[in-house]
């Protein structure tokens, strides 16, 4: 019985990866010049959460060390997609808001990647990507709360 566990969860995350880095890779070539998953992945979350927030809430989410944050949002700011600014009431802290160029660049990728998701959900169908949701939104939460 364990080893049918065994043999089902890796069969799972072997799918999983494999899912991962064929998605990247495909993403990887439609995103728009210049722009990389990371940069579409902190602009497609400020752009959803409609305000600022923390390099560390950004952190947080992506599941990436600070530096890590702060070094993709060196890159978003040099690029005049994110503003950055002290957290006035704590100057320890800063705040990271999604910019009007910032805003375009996430819809000209959206735009761009729009067709292969479109046409996935086609293939699949959408019945089947539907039910499949729930559950890989579970295993992500699973895999955070151990992490």
Same mark, same amino acid.
């Not at 705040?95 to 735009?111: N, Y």
């Given at each position: 019985?364990?080893?049918?566990?065994?043999?089902?969860? @890796?069969?799972?995350? !072997? +799918? $999983?990866?494999?899912?991962?880095? %064929? $998605?990247?890779?495909?993403?990887?070539?439609?995103?728009?010049?210049?722009?990389? *998953? !990371?940069?579409?992945?902190?602009?497609?979350?400020?752009?959803?959460?409609?305000?600022?927030?923390?390099?560390?809430?950004?952190? +947080?989410?992506?599941n990436v060390t600070?530096?890590?944050? %702060?070094?993709?949002?060196?890159?978003?700011?040099?690029?005049?997609?994110?503003? @950055?600014?002290?957290?006035?009431? /704590?100057?320890?802290?800063?705040?990271?808001? @999604?910019?009007?160029?910032?805003?375009?660049?996430?819809?000209?990728? $959206?735009?761009? @990647?729009?067709?292969?998701?479109? /046409?996935?959900?086609?293939?699949?169908?959408?019945?089947?990507?539907?039910?499949? *949701?729930?559950?890989?939104?579970?295993?992500?939460?699973?895999?955070? /709360?151990?992490?």
């Amino acid at each position: 019985m364990t080893q049918d566990k065994d043999a089902l969860a @890796i069969a799972l995350f !072997s +799918e $999983v990866l494999a899912a991962d880095q %064929t $998605v990247r890779n495909r993403l990887g070539r439609v995103l728009p010049k210049g722009m990389e *998953i !990371s940069h579409f992945s902190v602009l497609n979350s400020l752009a959803w959460h409609h305000g600022e927030r923390t390099p560390a809430q950004l952190a +947080e989410t992506f599941n990436v060390t600070r530096g890590a944050m %702060t070094n993709t949002l060196r890159k978003l700011q040099w690029q005049g997609y994110v503003h @950055i600014r002290p957290d006035w009431d /704590d100057a320890r802290r800063k705040l990271v808001a @999604i910019s009007p160029a910032g805003a375009q660049a996430r819809e000209a990728a $959206v735009s761009a @990647i729009a067709p292969l998701f479109r /046409d996935l959900v086609d293939k699949v169908g959408e019945e089947q990507v539907r039910a499949a *949701i729930p559950t890989l939104r579970e295993l992500r939460n699973q895999l955070t /709360d151990k992490a």
